[in-house]
């Protein structure tokens, strides 16, 4: 192939890109597929010679589009569905075209530089805290991770590392080196002072990251936090609490203060060290939110650490990362960043309500010339002239290599502009609170929690769990819509999800119909 090749190609794929959103109306949201499907498709064995475009796209249908979920279809109300723009799209072409990769700021520098600017400009529109922006003179950064699950994780190491070198630093503030004496020989012997011990033999403990102080730490989140959450402190090796949620804030589950508050003291009377809180504005389950201006108080009272994951809901409240699907951009869903203030760290999906299509995960940090130490290892061929001046995403982040993903964002703010993507947000939270009032119409429906951001829960009433189940794969087995469960606290809970930018108030009523038939199919017979 060359460059006159890629020219005819490379609109050819355009052609197909635009023709499929075009008519994915007239696919079904999930495909009728099993696994294992593609190997019937594809030779085992890889082509001897080379094919030609033609016969490769003439592939691709069959294995690829009829295989797919297509998760901006209308009728596709699972998880919480990524409305996207073509923006986004087009900035990826230009950044595989780029082909550059931006691991340090001389690597590629637009690659640093405009994820910098771009980031800014989120703060100033999801009413973040000022210090998170990259340009602000204190020690505040934000940086483009690929998920959310990136994002906690890295929130969690950070947050270990902190309470690491607060133990170091001040062994005798736990109970469990009280004596004056055994504190300064833990400080000076058995810790070192401030670097990686290399003893007699040739085994490295690094200095942040030190086993033999985390041992004794516990993290918190509620039961309703995101897989994650708990994935992230498995991974980091930390000790974990799934505090209970409660039904309060919103009529919905999140995290009671008190119980957070009452598990440190259990836990510290125990000899554990509780390091850090991971809340959450918007969870998948129910959309709840837990009160992070309550919560915060706590944290900052108690020394931990706290991140909030609004993945989903952060980037209403015109843009904002707390684990909420990133309502952030709208004033009237501000109340999903109240509080914002305590938190350490702070993170939002641009890839769920964002108009940015997968992967676009914004993390903000207070304090990220801090964090950054504990990512550092400066290797010599890394090195470079301006290093002193300039920001490297390196030190805050598991990969060296990153792509080029603030071109999305700055395509989609500059082109699309922030009020579609504010209006897009609106439409899916006013259409999740329709079907919430169409579907109680019928008496067999009950809500299960009320419409929160684009999601609504309900299940079907006076029925059991397995009932409500069989209805759920029911609806799923038909294929004219998509729906995921949930359970929450023993209760079995079908979401419904608005996510599509092509889902209008007919497919609304559409998925109202599909439901009712499928449940006189099952239980009216
Ligand atoms: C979607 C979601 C996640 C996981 O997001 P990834 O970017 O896929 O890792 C985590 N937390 C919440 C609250 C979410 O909504």
Redesign the pocket.
């Known amino acids: 192939m060359d460059p006159v090749k890629l020219r005819l190609e490379g609109k050819k794929m355009i052609e197909i890109v635009a023709n499929y959103w075009e008519e994915i109306r007239h696919r079904k949201p999930i495909p009728d597929v099993k696994p294992g499907y593609l190997n019937k498709l594809v030779p085992e064995h890889p082509p001897k010679t080379t094919e030609t475009w033609e016969t490769i796209l003439g592939d691709l249908e069959e294995v690829v589009f009829n295989g797919s979920s297509h998760w901006n279809h209308p009728h596709f109300f699972a998880?919480?569905p990524a409305g996207i723009g073509y923006h986004s799209i087009l900035a990826d072409i230009i950044s595989s075209g780029l082909s550059s990769v931006g691991f340090t700021w001389i690597a590629c520098p637009p690659i640093t530089e405009l994820e910098k600017v771009t980031l800014d400009w989120l703060v100033t529109l999801m009413n973040l805290p000022e210090y998170f922006k990259n340009s602000h003179p204190g020690p505040g950064c934000g940086i483009i991770q690929?998920?959310?699950?990136?994002s906690?994780l890295i929130a969690i190491m950070t947050a270990r590392a902190a309470k690491v070198e607060q133990v170091k630093n001040n062994p005798s503030s736990y109970k469990w080196v009280k004596d004056e004496t055994l504190s300064i020989f833990y400080k000076i012997f058995y810790w070192q002072s401030n670097r990686s011990i290399h003893d007699s033999t040739d085994i490295i403990t690094p200095y942040y990251h030190d086993p033999r102080v985390f041992k004794d730490f516990v993290m918190y989140f509620c039961d309703q936090?995101?897989s994650?959450?708990e994935k992230g402190a498995m991974l980091a090796g930390v000790r974990f609490r799934k505090l209970k949620g409660t039904r309060k804030y919103l009529d919905n589950y999140g995290l009671d203060p008190d119980v957070l508050q009452k598990a440190i003291e259990e836990d510290r009377a125990r000899g554990f060290i509780p390091f850090m809180l991971v809340a959450?504005v918007?969870?998948?389950a129910t959309c709840g939110v837990d009160e992070i201006e309550k919560l915060g108080p706590i944290c900052q009272k108690e020394g931990l650490f706290l991140h909030v994951?609004?993945?989903?809901a952060g980037e209403k409240s015109v843009f904002f990362v707390i684990?909420?699907?990133s309502f952030a951009f709208c004033e009237e869903f501000k109340y999903l960043v109240k509080g914002i203030e305590y938190a350490d760290s702070y993170n939002t999906?641009l890839?769920?309500a964002g108009m940015i299509n997968f992967?676009c995960?914004p993390l903000w940090f207070k304090n990220g010339t801090y964090a950054s130490r504990y990512y550092n290892v400066d290797p010599v061929y890394l090195a470079h002239e301006y290093q002193s001046t300039s920001a490297d995403y390196r030190h805050l982040e598991i990969p060296l290599g990153r792509r080029f993903r603030s071109l999305k964002i700055w395509f989609t703010l500059r082109n699309m502009g922030v009020d579609k993507i504010k209006e897009y947000q609106r439409k899916t939270v006013a259409l999740a609170l329709q079907f919430s009032k169409i579907i109680l119409e019928n008496e067999k429906f009950e809500l299960f929690t009320p419409p929160h951001l684009g999601l609504a829960t309900f299940r079907l009433k006076n029925h059991s769990n397995s009932d409500n189940k069989r209805f759920l794969d029911a609806i799923n087995r038909d294929r004219r819509i998509h729906l995921v469960p949930s359970m929450v606290h023993g209760t079995f809970l079908l979401r419904f999800c608005v996510g599509s930018p092509l889902t209008d108030e007919d497919d609304i009523y559409h998925a109202r119909r599909v439901m009712i038939e499928v449940y006189f199919k099952l239980f009216q017979k």
Do not use: E
């Open positions: 998880y919480f690929s998920s959310a699950s990136d906690t936090g995101h994650s959450i959450t918007g969870t998948t994951d609004s993945a989903y684990l909420i699907r999906n890839h769920k992967d995960s």
